[in-house]
């Protein structure tokens, strides 16, 4: 079995170390008023996305998602910054993070290594340390819980039985995971354009993993986007015909959609198929709480995008264009 797999695979054991590394790190004694958390890429960029679709409607404090060089204008001395880059060599993020210095106090890092772990130790900053040696974006157990842990910590927000949910039924996933439905899925977007559509509230920032795991997993382009958003405008783009043969819409639907969403997802895909395109519908296995129905579906999505590299002939770890990127910009 390929390592890529096997972290996934993984994830309950990943999610259980998580929680161990978080409950050995002090948790600074911050008291702010906004929060800004600093990163990029796919593993730090999906975890904020993740936890923004968590934690919408529990977080008492405006949370601002920044993956540039420089920093907005807002912070100040009463702004949480938490940076994180699973490398420590995030340029985008380094960048950033010197300007926070100047700005606030109150700086969390999270990393497993490099120029920001060292940063943390020159500057005494609080640094929570994540195993090295994985890819950033099959590291999201390591990244996205101790974040989770942190956010919630400041509000008294107890996760626990959530995280324990989690961690039950990925086991009952990893048991029961049907790799021919998966190598099913990979077939029937192969050759084809994946337009991924989430719901605002739950598969949103799944839409997102999804479209970034079949890149960097995959080796192919996908597109994203959230009901209700595409109906006031993208849908109108499906009445080029021409270019319908060559895309595949896929749903990342729930079992608790709100009947408005509901209705959204099912009025679209009778459109589609009425227009005659092939229309794929992907659930999570859990029907339990949110937490557990998004890592179920970031398990399965996870699988189906490793699954469409091998299935096409590429090594789902290889993503020597990036290494060639980063090659050229330090010329």
């Known amino acids: 079995m390929d390592i890529m797999t096997q972290w996934v695979l993984n994830m309950p054991e990943e999610i259980k170390g998580a929680v161990e590394i978080f409950n050995a790190f002090k948790i600074p004694d911050f008291s702010f008023k906004n929060i800004i958390l600093l990163g990029t890429g796919g593993g730090s960029r999906t975890t904020f996305d993740l936890i923004s679709t968590f934690l919408f409607d529990k977080l008492k404090f405006p949370l601002v998602i920044h993956q540039g060089y420089h920093i907005p204008n807002f912070m100040n001395e009463e702004t949480l910054s938490i940076a ?7 340029e985008e993020t380094l960048s950033a993070l010197s300007h926070v210095i100047g700005k606030t106090k109150k700086i969390i890092i999270i990393t497993s290594n490099g120029e920001m772990e060292s940063i943390s130790r020159e500057k005494s900053l609080p640094v929570l340390r994540v195993p090295y040696g994985f890819e950033a974006r099959s590291a999201i157990p390591y990244l996205f819980f101790p974040l989770l842990l942190i956010l919630s910590s400041y509000q008294n927000l107890d996760v626990t039985d959530e995280i324990e949910e989690t961690i039950s039924v990925l086991k009952s996933e990893r048991e029961t995971i049907s790799f021919d439905e998966i190598r099913s899925v990979s077939e029937k977007i192969k050759g084809k354009i994946p337009f991924i559509y989430g719901s605002y509230g739950f598969s949103d920032s799944l839409s997102l993993r999804f479209r970034r795991q079949l890149a960097e ?24 015909r021409e270019i319908l043969p060559f895309i595949i819409p896929v749903f990342l639907r729930d079992y608790f959609e709100e009947e408005k969403i509901k209705k959204r997802f099912d009025i679209t895909k009778g459109i589609f198929e009425g227009m005659g395109i092939d229309c794929l519908e992907i ?8 937490l557990s129905r998004m890592f179920s579906m970031l398990f ?5 995008s490793i699954d469409y590299g091998k299935l096409r002939g590429f090594n ?10 980063k090659e050229k910009m330090e010329e």
């Open 84 to 90: 994180m880059s699973y490398s420590g060599k995030t």
């Open 217 to 240: 997993n995959g080796k192919t382009l996908s597109h994203s986007n959230i009901i209700p958003n595409m109906h006031h405008d993208e849908i109108v783009g499906f009445m080029d």
């Open 283 to 290: 659930y999570p296995l859990a029907k339990g709480g949110k």
């Open 300 to 304: 399965k999505i996870d699988l189906i």
């Open 316 to 325: 789902p770890k290889d993503v020597s264009i990036i290494s060639l990127l």
